[in-house]
Each structure stands twice: as structure tokens, then as C-alpha cells.
């Protein structure tokens, strides 16, 4: 086969690979963000302590690590749960949350990088999965496991959740939540308790987005900065409020950024990627999958 | 199945502005009763407080249904609706992303509802077949007889013995407000409801109305026990009618 055409073809696979990546990074904020409006810009460093946890947790245990993430996120639904009940109790009631509530999350975001700098160290940690060194090879294509399976198991979760919204009263009250409150309270629902729950899912969500990362790559505590531009990106470019959308965002991220780190080099990649952002929003700006209110 | 509203001597207030002026009126069990006014007199000012939206500075308000009497003064709106009080909001207030079944499906949130989901669907469908052909289409995409449609199947879905409807005609084409009133009669008459309306409107309303109270300034200022008496009432003539 002709060179290039095996490059692109390896860019567009590892393109996904890495998408697949973003999507489990943004599908949380895909709840907080894009359903219930609240804007945490904290999550990448949610899913950072995931990552670290896991970490520490295989190295104590030799469990693995995704199986570790999927074992953390009770504890993570209820520290989200917990948050935003704080948020709700200081800004949200108040209607202080356009920028104080920002502020907030962008407070809990150095709290918990310099919480695990603290304990854990300014190192990097890893956690290696048994499958981590094996590569599957299609023709003249690569698929590595190290980064196939969290993958896999990320979309699973999201397949998950988005059964759960549409099928369940608690799910289309979430994905109603952000539309109209005072509507919710008329058909007896408590939105206050449908956001608790739902940013739950979204941190708990982090938590398995942070045993994917640690899987493939090593993670410190800073690790979530990279995320924080791409997955606001991603979710937007999805449409805000769908799931579907923002893992066909997140894969389309990823190949455009793969490809042309492949041909152009990396440091294009970003300018590329946020470009082609741009680009979505100019012309669709309700998202690539958003529907217009 | 009896269910009734007794509002007694109210008085609400938005900070410093009074709006409701020792309002008292009844809505026995089974009946239609019109609340009439032209806008900013009180109308939906008093559906907030029969919700719990608001709370009165003075006076009382409960329902009794079936023999149990609850008051609903200090009531979340949760636990108001949950009692079997179900609203049509002003504006509708519609989740506009979300398809017509996902609207209607909310409306039977509650648990109380949930069993007799799939008969009060039916019922929605029947009344409403361009609901039925719509079903998976977003709301927002709607027009404003189908959205007004909607709310009506979502108030029908909350399983209610008493229905509030505030402004049903607002924003409708007059066609529309005569077919939506009428929808509103069917409504009540098939599954038993007690009904108070909230209605500028008002041919359209003493149309299904078997009585009606008129506000004006917040006050209830004309009650008429027929629909013949309202339209012979001085104060209607004046207000409405232009006479």
C-alpha cells in the first residue's frame, strides 16, 4: 500500500483511539455543562484524581485499573453530589452563578491539584494494565489495547447513561432540568434533587474518564490542563445537551487532531482541532448535533 | 372522586406591591369556574399561591379531596401538585428539546401517576391525534395550538383531580382558543375533573364556565353564579364588553 495512504489510515485509527479518550473525558461535563448548566471547569481535575487514585490504589493492589475506576465511582457520585449541594447552597439559590460560580470551580480546580501535589507528589504515577503491551495488528493497521479497551469501556458507560436519560423518569427530568425549573417543581419534581443526582453521575463519570487516562498515559497532577479547552470544546461542538453528539465530537476532535499531528507535526494539532471548532460554531451554532430550541 | 378548592380571605404582595386583596372564592367538586380579568388584576398572581409559588401574607387556602382536607398554605409546589393538583401554565412551560412523549412522560413523574400511564397516553392520543403523529418531534419545533396541546396532555398525564389552567388563550389564533377551551370541557367532562380557569377571554370562558368570579386590582369585585349572570353583570359590560 502507498506510504501515505498507510499513514493516514493509522492517523485516522490512533484518531479515534485518542477520541475515544476525549469522550470519556467529556461526557460528564456533557451532563454539567451541557444539561444542567452548570459550568465545571473542574472536571478535568476530577477525573485527575481519578487517575491518581487508581494509581495509587493498583499499586497497592494490582487490581486493574479500570475495574478500579468502575469500583471509585460511588465515592465520586457522592463527593459530586456533595459539591453541588454546596454550589447550589452559596450561588446557584442565590442566582450568583454566572461568575461567582465559575470562580467556585475554578477554585475546587487548584484545591484538588494542589490537594494531590501535596500528598501524592509533583511525579507522574502509572498504572499498567495486563493488556497494556499487546497490539492488535489489521493489515497495515494498529490497534494498540493500552488504549482499545478504556475505549470500549468509556462507550459503554456513555451508551449507559444515555439508555438511562431517555428511558427513565429520573433521566428525562435531568435532560428537562436546565430548560425550565419552576416547569419541573409544577409536575412535583424537586429540580434541586435532580441536579444533586445528576452532577453526581457527572463526577462519578470523571472518576472512569481518570481510570482510562491512567491507562494510557502516565498522569500527574496537572495532567487535566490539556483537557480543560479540548473537552469545553467537545461538549459544545456536540450540542451541548447530547450524548451521542459529544462522542462523535470527541472522535472528530481526535482525528483532527491526529492527522494533522501526523502530517503537519504536533504543535498544529491544537490550532487545527479549536479552528475547526470555530468553524462548527460559525455555521451551526447550536453544535453539529444540537437541536435548535 | 370529590374534590374541592376553598380560598379564603388571601392577600399576596411582590415586595411592596400588593396584588391580592382579601381574595375568597370556592371551586366545588365537579364544577368549571372561570377566573376573569383583563391582565395585571391578580389572575396568575393567585394560581402562584394556590401552587405554593408564592406565599400569601394572609388568608388560607386548601383542597379537599376525597373527604380529606389539606391546607396548602407553607406547602412546597412539589407536595401541592403531588396532592393531585395539576397546572397549565401561563406560556405553557414546555421542555422545548425534549420530543412531545418525553414532554407528556414528565407529566406523570409522579408516583401516584405513574400507574395509569398508559391509559392517560391513550386518552392524550385520542384527544390529540396530531400528538400522536408528532410524538418523537422536539416541542420548540411546534406550533403554538400543538405546543398548547401538549401541555394540556402533560396536565391530563399528572393523573389530577383538580386542574388549573392559567391564560389558555394567550398567544393562540382565535380558532384556536375556541377548539382549545372546548378541549379543556372534553377534558373535564371524561376524566372528572374540578376546573379553574384563568382566562381574559371571555366569551371563550363563560363558553364551559358553570360559574366565574371577576378580578379587578387583586380584589374579587363580581361573582356570578351563571354564565347568564356574568354576561348581565354592569362590571363585565364594562370591562369587557365595551358597553
Redo the contacts between chains.
Sequence with gaps: MDPDLVLLLNGIVSGLLLGGLYAAAAAGLSVSFGMLDVVNIAHPAFMVLGAMLVALLWGATGIDPLVLSILLTPAFWALGAALYVAYHHFFERRGDEAIQGLAFFFGVLFIIEVGLVLTLGPEQHFADASYANTTIQLGEVDLPLRMLVPMLVSLLAIGGLSLFLRRT?MG??I??VA??R?????????PVRVKRLAFGISIALAALAGGALVVVQPVDATSGHVFIGRVFAIVIMGGL?SLGGCVLAALAFGVVENVTATFYGPSWSPAVAFGCLLLVLAVRPQGLFG??? | MAASLLIEDVDAAYGAVRALDGVSLRVDSGETVALLGTNGNGKTTLMRCILGLLKPTRGRISVTIDGVTTDLVGRSPEDIVNLGIAIVPEGRRLFPRLSVEENLLLGAYRRAARPSIPRHLEFCYEAFPRLKERRSQAVGSMSGGEQQMVALGRAVMCAPKILLVDEPSVGLAPILVARTIEKIAELKEKLGLTVLMAEQNFHQAIRIADRGYVLVHGHVEFQGDSPAALGDSELVRKFYLGL
Excluded: G, K
Design positions: 423518569f428525562r427530568a435532560a428537562a430548560q425550565d419552576e416547569a419541573l417543581r409544577l409536575l412535583a419534581i424537586d445537551s437541536r435548535a430550541a
